[in-house]
């Protein structure tokens, strides 16, 4: 099962699960994008979302206005699904419309690989330059030779102190799990999050493990009106 948290209210980009590309709304490319892969359902917290899904034939649930994350959302989503321990659950963003379905299909095929681990988490980094690890918007992520996440942050890691050749890499907010390590996600406790705000550093703090697959796309997140008419562009000169 993917699940399409989709929060209305947005500080920088109000609206923008339901903002229009090519007269579409954006949570309707999400949602096309992840059932070429798996079932979807959309958990949002507005009455305009639910109709407006039904509108394309996707299913979605209500959920509170009062979850500080997507994944709290996901959660009482998976909840009201009545989803059991056992299945998986992805988190795919709801303002990511470009996003590939074979990564979607990778991150589901990495859950039954490590689906025997006492806590199933899956997530996805890419190659970035140099200029880019400098962005604290974009999070970086460094990994162990197992390709489990060692550490994720806004500041530029490892720190490169001799200023070598290294390639660095960006996390990309797509989560799986399975509902039983869901449901155990929320509750962890965790410091290290409220600094850099990144809720999967708790996984980290709890010494449990993140599964990383490296992928490429070309995908990006909207987050501002500029964002909003590079996709529009994109989405013309792709179709």
Not at 14 to 34: D, G, R, T, Y
Not at 83 to 89: A, R
């Amino acid at each position: 099962m993917i699940i399409i948290p989709a929060r209305l209210s947005s500080s920088r980009l109000p609206n923008k699960v339901l903002a229009e590309i090519n007269n579409k709304p954006m949570i309707i490319w999400c949602a096309e994008v992840a059932k070429k892969v798996d079932d979807v359902c959309i958990a949002t917290d507005s009455q305009k979302v639910i109709d407006i899904c039904k509108q394309y034939g996707f299913n979605a649930v209500m959920t509170s206005d009062k979850h500080q994350s997507g994944s709290d959302r996901i959660k009482e989503a998976a909840d009201i699904l009545k989803l059991k321990d056992d299945e998986i659950v992805i988190n795919m963003q709801g303002d990511e419309p470009f996003l590939e379905p074979e990564i979607l299909t990778a991150v589901k095929e990495k859950l039954f690989e490590i689906k025997n681990r006492d806590f199933v988490m899956v997530s996805c980094y890419k190659e970035i330059d140099e200029l880019h690890a400098s962005d604290p918007n974009l999070v970086k992520v460094i990994m162990d030779k197992n390709e489990d996440a060692i550490y994720f942050s806004r500041s530029k890691i490892p720190y490169n102190r001799d200023n070598v050749p290294h390639q660095y890499f960006g996390h990309i907010g797509i989560y799986g799990f399975d509902k039983k390590s869901l449901d155990e996600f929320i509750t962890m406790k965790g410091t290290i999050e409220h600094i850099e705000k990144l809720e999967q550093l708790r996984v980290i703090e709890n010494g449990k493990k993140i599964a990383m697959l490296k992928v490429k796309t070309k995908s990006f997140g909207i987050d501002t009106k500029d964002d909003l008419e590079k996709a529009r562009t994109y989405a013309k000169s792709s179709s």
